[in-house]
């Protein structure tokens, strides 16, 4: 197992609890994921592309989810107007490129992410309801649910690619 389970530090989502509770604590079971696939490993082995052809790395995951949680917590939900951190149109990969083995790009990473998955807890947990609405320019309306559903796909999706690309860098197994 990667981690012993008396030593996993993520809290289990509540088996009993009302829908954004619910909801709220699945998704933080992601992210804590992600930041435990992430865990202990040097710049270089962050930066490490370790499925050829791909550019993806768990430092480029780091950043995409940053710019994802940006885009729908703060560009979406809130109105904000909220540059991405990390890609452009000019540089649509920009967030698994620029992942390179530098200690500042892995601590500016790891400060976006957690700058914006802060700014989405507070969002989720002061809106009046899970059915506020941002209108998306390909689907229409969204709701906060709907948005909520789609990051724990998200991050599910990518913790799987996180499992077996630590499991190149170091041999862990996904757990």
């Known amino acids: 197992m990667f981690i012993d389970p008396e030593s996993d530090p993520r809290a289990?989502?509540?088996p009993q609890a009302?829908?954004?509770s619910t909801l709220a604590a699945f998704l933080r079971?992601?992210?804590?994921?992600?930041?435990?696939?992430?865990?202990?490993?040097?710049?270089?082995?962050?930066a490490r592309?370790?499925?050829?052809?791909?550019?993806?790395?768990?430092?480029?995951?780091?950043?995409?989810m940053a710019?994802?949680?940006?885009?729908?917590?703060?560009?979406?939900?809130?109105?904000?107007?909220?540059t991405p951190?990390?890609?452009?149109?000019?540089e649509p990969d920009?967030?698994?490129?620029?992942?390179?083995?530098?200690?500042?790009?892995?601590?500016?990473a790891w400060r976006a992410w957690r700058e914006e998955v802060e700014f989405a807890e507070r969002f989720v947990a002061d809106a009046r309801s899970l059915d506020i609405?941002?209108?998306?320019?390909?689907?229409?309306?969204?709701?906060?649910r709907w948005v909520l559903l789609h990051m724990i796909e998200e991050y599910a999706r990518h913790n799987g690619h996180a499992d077996l690309m630590r499991e190149q860098i170091d041999g862990r197994l996904g757990q």
């Open 49 to 64: 592309r370790t499925v050829e052809p791909s550019t993806m790395s768990l430092l480029g995951l780091i950043r995409h």
């Open 29 to 46: 079971w992601q992210r804590e994921t992600l930041e435990l696939k992430c865990s202990g490993l040097s710049p270089e082995q962050l």
């Open 18 to 20: 009302d829908e954004r």
């Open 133 to 144: 609405t941002f209108d998306d320019k390909w689907r229409g309306p969204l709701s906060l």
């Open 94 to 108: 920009g967030d698994f490129d620029g992942a390179v083995a530098d200690a500042e790009v892995v601590a500016e």
């Open 67 to 82: 710019d994802v949680e940006r885009g729908w917590f703060r560009r979406g939900m809130a109105q904000e107007p909220a």
């Open 85 to 90: 951190r990390f890609y452009s149109d000019d």
């Open 12 to 14: 289990d989502p509540p």
